[in-house]
């Protein structure tokens, strides 16, 4: 019941900072989908008592129970994931000024109904997709019952953020609505998942400028906020400072050489030959003894080996030091000018460079690195080497 209804309960402490944020200004109606035991929906309680209405609803029997001991709530019952939502929650659409909501993170099959409800709203198309996420559901059912002008304040799972399914799904959002902010919440603040979440402040009117509010809550403390630009968002929500590219353009001519391996894990097992996979990091010395006949995918002495993707392995690297080894598609083989080799060895095992892993892989049941984010991070760091003026 807890897994497959998501019943995951946002903690005191996310309730509150997600209270924060939010103007309870000119608000007299709130609806909260999928109240759970009223995490969200009490926080605003607390704020506007009896001078809101609100109208919360959640599947589970029990968390009614327990939301009707507020008898200003009109509770119902139901699956919000239903037609007609507005009918059986005797709630127009386009009347509502605040929505709150966490909702289940768990997988539908997609509807032509459900297929015209995102698009109508400008949340992506998703016509042929078999399966739908039930976040995006409540998202745009929320943003159905906003009145113009109202405020939704809404928690999002890792894909919202760095999916590349949702790429449609941020580029609507962010051109069709205004996104207050955005506030990245830490690993691990909800047990069902290791992955990032984020709290979204959005106000359903056309946005007036492009500039989105990004913040990161780290360590019970709301970080500095940066602007960003919406539409270098679409890809993903990349909450760390943009880097200077002043730096980058001098380490430009430095030839650097990304390579992803082409065959895959299992190909390469049955293949009999010797391999390099993201399950030998532990294992290899960095020698190896591998013969093919051709060069695909295949990495030489004073290259680097570094796992693209995996759960706990993602960014381990390792120089080789001898011979030739074929990688499989979960490895990029990196090389640098030979005089950066010995910088790269000592950056690697830096806590700068786990910090870098942890800011930019991203996935929800595993991790993955973007080409684009190594090859950022390889000029920067030779740019850095260099040092100023471009002098090694
Ligand atoms: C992640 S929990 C969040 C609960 C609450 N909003 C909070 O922040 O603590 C999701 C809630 O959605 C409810 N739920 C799951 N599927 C639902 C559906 N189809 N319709 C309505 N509620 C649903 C679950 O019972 C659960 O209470």
Same mark, same amino acid.
């Given at each position: 019941?807890?897994?497959?209804?998501?019943?995951?309960?946002?903690?005191?402490?996310?309730?509150?900072?997600?209270?924060?944020?939010?103007?309870?200004?000119?608000?007299?109606?709130?609806?909260?989908?999928?109240?759970?035991?009223?995490?969200?929906?009490? +926080?605003?309680?607390?704020?506007?008592?009896?001078?809101?209405?609100?109208?919360?609803?959640?599947?589970?029997?029990?968390?009614?129970?327990?939301?009707?001991?507020?008898?200003?709530?009109?509770?119902?019952?139901?699956?919000?994931?239903?037609?007609?939502?507005?009918?059986?929650?005797?709630?127009?659409?386009?009347?509502?000024?605040?929505?709150?909501?966490?909702?289940?993170?768990?997988?539908?099959?997609?509807?032509?109904?459900?297929?015209?409800?995102?698009?109508?709203?400008?949340?992506?198309?998703?016509?042929?997709?078999?399966?739908?996420?039930?976040?995006?559901?409540?998202?745009?059912?929320?943003?159905?019952?906003?009145? +113009?002008?109202?405020?939704?304040?809404?928690?999002?799972?890792?894909?919202?953020?760095?999916?590349?399914?949702?790429?449609?799904?941020?580029?609507?959002?962010?051109?069709?609505?205004?996104?207050?902010?955005?506030?990245?919440?830490?690993?691990?603040? &909800?047990?069902?998942?290791?992955?990032?979440?984020?709290? &979204?402040?959005?106000?359903?009117?056309?946005?007036?400028?492009?500039?989105?509010?990004?913040?990161?809550?780290?360590?019970?403390?709301?970080?500095?906020?940066?602007?960003?630009?919406?539409?270098?968002?679409?890809?993903?929500?990349?909450?760390? +400072?943009?880097?200077?590219?002043?730096?980058?353009?001098?380490?430009?001519?430095?030839?650097?050489?990304?390579?992803?391996?082409?065959?895959?894990?299992?190909?390469?097992?049955?293949?009999?030959?010797?391999?390099?996979?993201?399950?030998? &990091?532990?294992?290899?010395?960095?020698?190896?003894?591998?013969?093919?006949?051709?060069?695909?995918?295949?990495?030489?002495?004073?290259?680097?080996?570094?796992?693209?993707?995996?759960?706990?392995?993602?960014?381990?690297?390792?120089?080789?030091?001898?011979?030739?080894?074929?990688?499989?598609?979960?490895?990029?083989?990196?090389?640098?000018?030979?005089?950066?080799?010995?910088?790269?060895?000592?950056?690697?095992?830096?806590?700068?460079?786990?910090?870098?892993?942890?800011?930019?892989?991203?996935?929800?049941?595993?991790?993955?690195?973007?080409?684009?984010?190594?090859?950022?991070?390889?000029?920067?760091?030779?740019?850095?080497?260099?040092?100023?003026?471009?002098?090694?």
């Amino acid at each position: 019941m807890r897994i497959s209804l998501s019943q995951y309960y946002t903690t005191p402490e996310v309730s509150n900072l997600f209270a924060s944020l939010i103007d309870f200004s000119n608000v007299e109606s709130v609806i909260d989908l999928g109240a759970g035991e009223g995490a969200l929906v009490n +926080e605003v309680y607390k704020e506007l008592k009896k001078k809101a209405t609100y109208v919360v609803a959640d599947i589970d029997k029990t968390n009614c129970l327990k939301l009707k001991d507020n008898k200003e709530y009109k509770v119902y019952n139901i699956d919000c994931t239903n037609q007609n939502l507005s009918q059986r929650l005797h709630c127009k659409y386009s009347t509502i000024d605040m929505a709150v909501c966490n909702p289940p993170y768990g997988i539908l099959d997609n509807t032509d109904f459900y297929t015209k409800l995102l698009d109508n709203l400008h949340l992506g198309y998703y016509g042929g997709c078999k399966s739908i996420s039930s976040d995006l559901i409540f998202l745009a059912y929320n943003l159905l019952f906003l009145r +113009e002008n109202g405020v939704l304040a809404i928690i999002l799972p890792n894909g919202a953020l760095s999916g590349e399914r949702y790429k449609k799904f941020r580029e609507g959002l962010f051109s069709y609505y205004t996104v207050e902010q955005i506030v990245e919440l830490p690993e691990k603040a &909800f047990d069902y998942t290791e992955a990032k979440t984020g709290i &979204f402040v959005i106000r359903k009117k056309r946005p007036d400028n492009s500039l989105i509010q990004l913040n990161r809550y780290v360590n019970g403390q709301l970080g500095e906020p940066i602007f960003k630009d919406s539409s270098l968002l679409y890809n993903r929500i990349d909450f760390r +400072e943009s880097r200077p590219l002043v730096n980058v353009a001098i380490a430009g001519e430095a030839k650097i050489e990304i390579r992803r391996g082409k065959f895959t894990h299992k190909y390469l097992k049955e293949s009999k030959s010797l391999y390099f996979h993201t399950t030998h &990091f532990k294992t290899s010395d960095g020698c190896f003894r591998g013969e093919y006949d051709d060069k695909i995918s295949v990495a030489s002495k004073n290259s680097f080996l570094m796992a693209r993707v995996g759960k706990r392995c993602v960014g381990k690297v390792l120089l080789v030091k001898d011979g030739n080894i074929r990688y499989s598609d979960c490895v990029y083989n990196i090389i640098v000018p030979k005089k950066y080799i010995s910088c790269f060895v000592s950056y690697f095992e830096s806590t700068e460079y786990k910090e870098w892993i942890k800011d930019v892989a991203h996935g929800i049941c595993s991790f993955v690195m973007t080409k684009g984010d190594v090859e950022e991070m390889l000029l920067r760091k030779i740019a850095e080497f260099r040092g100023p003026g471009g002098q090694d």
